[in-house]
Nanobody, 115 residues
Framework: QVQLVESGGGLVQPGGSLSLSCAASGSIFSFNTMGWYRQDPGKQRELVARIVNSGSTNYADSVKGRFTISRDNARNTVYLQMNSLKPEDTAVYYC?????????WGQGTQVTVSS
């Protein structure tokens, strides 16, 4: 089993910055993908960004140039730096770890962008 513990999030004004982190523990394989997804009420969960343990990344078009995903393999931790935040970035953000035989989710953390 794998456990994911998220931290960060909160309330920020438009144009501001926030950072999220997610620490994974348990039975983690050396090859995995970690990422961040977000979900608004009534909408489907969508990919924000993901990163393979090799460092290869993917971003949603809506966050390219504003968000940066990174990871510390030694600590099994993934980070999301969010800059130039917009009201439409408001959502619950979920950490995800995907590996052979498993797809795991964190409990979610609220990000609210509002003046």
């Amino acid at each position: 089993q794998v456990q994911l513990v998220e931290s960060g999030g909160g309330l920020v004004q438009p144009g501001g910055s926030l950072s999220l982190s997610c620490a994974a523990s348990g039975s983690i394989f050396s090859f995995n993908t970690m990422g961040w997804y977000r979900q608004d009420p009534g909408k489907q969960r969508e990919l924000v960004a993901r990163i393979v343990n090799s460092g290869s990344t993917n971003y949603a078009d809506s966050v390219k140039g504003r968000f940066t995903i990174s990871r510390d393999n030694a600590r099994n931790t993934v980070y999301l730096q969010m800059n130039s935040l917009k009201p439409e970035d408001t959502a619950v953000y979920y950490c995800n770890l995907r590996q052979l035989y498993g797809d795991y989710w964190g409990q979610g953390t609220q990000v609210t962008v509002s003046s």
